[in-house]
Every structure is written in C-alpha cells, then in structure tokens.
C-alpha cells in the first residue's frame, strides 16, 4: 500500500488501483447463472480489497492512466491467469514498473503497451526476463529505442509478432543476435527511406513471413539477386503502400524472394500516371508468382488478361527499351495486335424514314427521347392525336424476316430499340 501511494503522489495511477476500481464487486451485484458473468471471491483475511473480482483472462485496460505497478502481491493474485493485456494509452515511463507486472503474469502471451511515453527508457541486467513468455508485443508510438528493442527480443525465444509503427525510426540499429522466431513485423509510419536500413530487418528477422511497410518512404530496392533470395528467405508477404517507389525494375525485384506470394503496393509514385485497370494489370504482369495483390486473388484469367495488356501497352516501346518481361510474355502469347477501338456508346440520332399512309419523308430523330417525345413530335406531321395513333420500328437491316415492332412504352428510351439510319418508323391510325 505504501508503494501505491507513492505512485499515485507521483502523478499516475497504480495497475492494482485501477484493476480495483474497473472490477469493484459494486459494478457487478450478481452473476447470471453458474459459469455466467463475473465470480466473486473473498481475498485472504487482511488484504485492504474485500470481494476481489476474478478478471477475464483478456485484460483491457487502455486509456486508464496507469504509470505504476502497485502492490506486486496484488497483481499476481488479480492477474495470474491473464493471457493478453492491453496497457496502451497509458502513462508508463519507466520500463522497470512494466518488468513488476509481467513478472507476477507467467502465462501472459500477448502485451500491448502502444501510445505510452516510453522514450529514453531502458531496462537493468536481467529485467527482460519477465516478457520471455510473450509470442506477440505492441509497441507503436512509444519510441522506444532500437537498442530496447533489442534487449527486448533476445530475451523473448518465442516471440512472432513484433509492431513498431509511428516510432519516427529513420534507421535500423543492428542487433548482434538475431530474433529467428519473428515471422511478422510491423513497422509502417517511420521514415525508412533507404534500402540498406530494410535489409539489417532481413538480417535480424530471417524467418519473417511478413513485412509491413506501409507509409515509409522506400525510394528503391538495391539489391543484387542472389542476396535477395538469401535476405528474406521465409517472406510470404510484403507490405509497401504509399512508398517512394519508381521504377519497374524494384516491382521486379520482388519476384526473387522465393516464397512471395501477397503483395500490397498502392499509392507509390510509379502508378500514378495509370487508370486503376491498368496498375493492377501491369503489377500483374511483372509479378508472376505473386497469388494475391492488395487484398485481392489474382486468378488464372485475370493474369492472362493482364499478360497481354502488357505487351500491348509496350508495343510502341523501341525495339532496344523493351524489358525482358515483354520478350518472355511475347514467347508465350506471340507478338499480339493492338485491340481495335470500338465506340461501344449509344448513337445520339439516326437518320429514320417515316411511313404514314401513302406518304413518307425523311425524319431525324433524336434517340435519347422517350416513345412518349417521339409521339409528341409526330403528331403535327401525321395529324393524329398521340391516343389515336401506333407508331412501329423496322429494322432495315434484317428486312421483313420480323414483324414490325410496336413502340407502346412511352416511358422506354427510343435507343434502346437499337435504332440506326435507314430504319423505318412507321404509324398508322388506331
């Protein structure tokens, strides 16, 4: 209790203090039904808490004010049996407060400490020791430094997840060991602009399956071949949206990791000047191996498609600036012809004949009236009221293999009727 005073004259809030609060019996007079709700249980003679409340084993505690630990006894006998806990949007600053909590949580799987001002802080000798049993740690926006991060993962042997966005990372520090448990990495929203910084993330995360890096400002991807395909062997998925990317030649660079097969880049400088249709359609085609593009599958029809756009979109290309991708979808699909471009918009008039009696003239009608309009504009040439008259359509170019169509819907557009020049519009009196 003394400890907790302290903190709380400190400025912040203890985990116990707000653990006590957030599940106070007050907040929950009885249970519905047995295994139903919240279980009450009376803590040991003395203990300053009556009626403690067992916690859920997924703790959600963000936003609270915390800055402390509190009494370690008190932590242990809430949290024991925790296996996830969000402290995010807290006020921890000191890296030590954090060690007490995690050492009285043993089976605790899953911590996330975003939005916590945890700058400058690092830990002693042996503090690390109580996140060893953690697989999956949040850190975004705590700019936390890389030499904590390090001390962090070499203490943590199983861990898989690791997030650092919004840390303002413009460098990666290399760690001398490396974290070969690792197999997603969350870093967006920094300031990684050069390759070199990407690649010391291959050399401390060889076993990644994915890479997010989205909202960094990568310029390129230097990088021979061969190191390539040893630098992120295990990498299934990569994320680069919003980029500095700008050249075909680091798109192609992709196709030698080996096992690469989702792929997010939007909002990069090189697809700009395209439709939408076209940048999936060019990513496609340089991208051969790759099965799901920015979320979407890219199935056999749409690769083929894809495929042959892109010879299409290169054949004005000079002969010595084709990229070797052409040639080798040239061998495939042969050198194909431009597609023919057809205005598939409907026509706006047609020049029509109109029949009436014994007499017929030339009309020119507009086909985006309606049957009603159509009628309407009759009606002084064939001095018929527009209920006293039928007007028929025939298509001249198929003669009189068919019976003359009524126009009868006055509401139907007359170029939904197909009509061209030369057709005939007929009327007769009803």
């Known amino acids: 209790m ?48 009556k009626d403690r409340l067992n916690l859920p084993c997924v703790l959600v505690l963000d936003g609270c004010g915390i800055s402390h630990a509190g009494d370690e006894e008190e932590v242990a006998r809430f949290c024991s049996h925790v296996v996830e806990l969000d402290l995010s949007h807290n006020q921890f600053k000191d890296w030590a407060e954090i060690s007490k909590i995690l050492s009285n949580i043993p089976h605790l799987d899953f911590l996330n400490l975003s939005m916590n001002p945890l700058k400058g802080s690092n830990l002693e000798p042996g503090g690390a020791e109580a996140f060893s049993g953690l697989r999956r740690l949040v850190l975004n926006n705590t700019h936390v430094s890389w030499d904590m991060v390090h001390t962090l993962t070499q203490e943590i042997p199983e861990l898989e997840e690791l997030f650092l966005c919004l840390n303002e ?36 995360y060889p076993g990644l399956a994915s890479l997010i890096l989205a909202n960094n400002s990568l ?24 980029s500095g990317l700008s050249r ?6 992709l196709n030698f990791f080996p096992k690469l097969r989702e792929v997010r880049l939007m909002g990069i400088p090189l697809l700009q000047p395209y439709t939408d249709q076209e940048r999936r359609y060019l990513m496609v085609a ?7 593009l920015n979320g979407s599958v890219v199935t056999d029809g749409e690769r083929e498609d894809a495929e042959r756009f892109y010879i299409r979109h290169h054949l004005d290309c000079p002969e010595d600036e084709l990229p070797q991708r ?4 040239v061998a495939r699909y042969g050198r194909l012809a431009p597609l023919a471009d057809v205005d598939l918009r409907p026509l706006s008039s047609a020049q029509v004949e ?37 007007v028929y359509f025939i298509d001249q170019q198929l003669g009189y293999a068919l019976a003359p169509q009524e126009l009868k819907y006055g509401g139907r557009a007359l170029h939904s009727y197909s009509i061209r020049d030369g057709d005939v519009i007929l009327v007769v009196p009803k």
């Open 248 to 253: 075909w030649e680091d798109i192609e660079k």
């Open 169 to 204: 990372y413009d460098c990666v520090n290399l760690s001398p060991v490396a974290c070969s448990s690792l197999r997603l990495l969350h870093i967006t929203d920094n300031q990684l602009e050069q390759w070199g910084e990407v690649r010391k993330l291959g050399l401390m």
């Open 2 to 49: 003394r400890r907790q005073m302290e903190s709380e004259d400190e400025g912040g809030r203890t985990l116990v203090q707000v653990i006590s609060e957030k599940y106070s019996p007050d907040n929950f007079p009885y249970c519905r039904g047995p295994g139903v709700g919240v279980v009450i249980r009376t803590s040991p003679h003395g203990s300053p808490v």
């Open 219 to 242: 310029s390129s991807i230097h990088e021979p071949e061969d190191l390539l395909q040893r630098l992120f062997p295990n990498l299934h998925s990569i994320n680069l949206h919003n």
């Open 286 to 292: 340089h991208l051969p191996s790759v099965t799901v």
């Open 354 to 390: 109109l029949r009436f009696g014994d007499h017929s003239e030339q009309l020119e009608l507009r086909l985006d009236q309606t049957v009603a309009d159509l009628k309407k504009q009759l009606r002084p040439v064939v001095q018929l009221p527009v209920n006293k008259m039928r």
């Open 326 to 329: 052409f040639h080798t979808l």
